[in-house]
């Protein structure tokens, strides 16, 4: 019986139905680019509210919706977000949502290249280890 399992398991008709197309690849990518640059975008209005001389939260509300690179960050990550839930209706959760582990890889490199932070050896070998658990998921 297990044998018959890891037999099916195995087949490639079976893997190859279950995989992801380039459309739907190609979409996924968009969706994690997306968020990556939205986080970025909300990254650098966040340091220019940091400034703001706005007090209390009436204040810090306002200066939150003033400031172009918040707004730019919240409709990047909105596209980000419409582009998963396409994803969604055509890719199985258990593909989807693991796949968006490449949005920490992504915040991870340009948090390093952009806002030079610095990555230790740990983290770039759990970086290493998201990206290649993702390839696992996604290529099955």
Request: charged share 10%; net charge positive.
């Amino acid at each position: 019986m297990m044998l018959a399992h890891l037999t099916s398991a195995l087949d490639w008709r079976t893997r190859r139905r279950d995989a992801v197309t380039p459309q739907q690849l190609a979409l996924l990518c968009f969706s994690v680019i997306t968020a990556a640059c939205g986080q970025l975008l909300l990254k650098l209005g966040a340091l220019k509210l940091g400034t703001a001389e706005a007090t209390g939260l009436p204040g810090r509300l306002w200066a939150m919706v003033t400031i172009p690179e918040l707004i730019a960050g919240f409709a990047v990550y909105g596209t980000s977000a419409i582009a998963y839930i396409f994803l969604l209706t055509r890719v199985k959760l258990s593909v989807a949502a693991p796949s968006t582990a490449l949005i920490y890889v992504l915040s991870v490199l340009i948090g390093f290249f952009v806002f030079k932070e610095p990555v230790s050896f740990s983290q770039l070998l759990g970086l290493a280890f998201i990206a290649f658990g993702v390839i696992l998921v996604v290529s099955r």
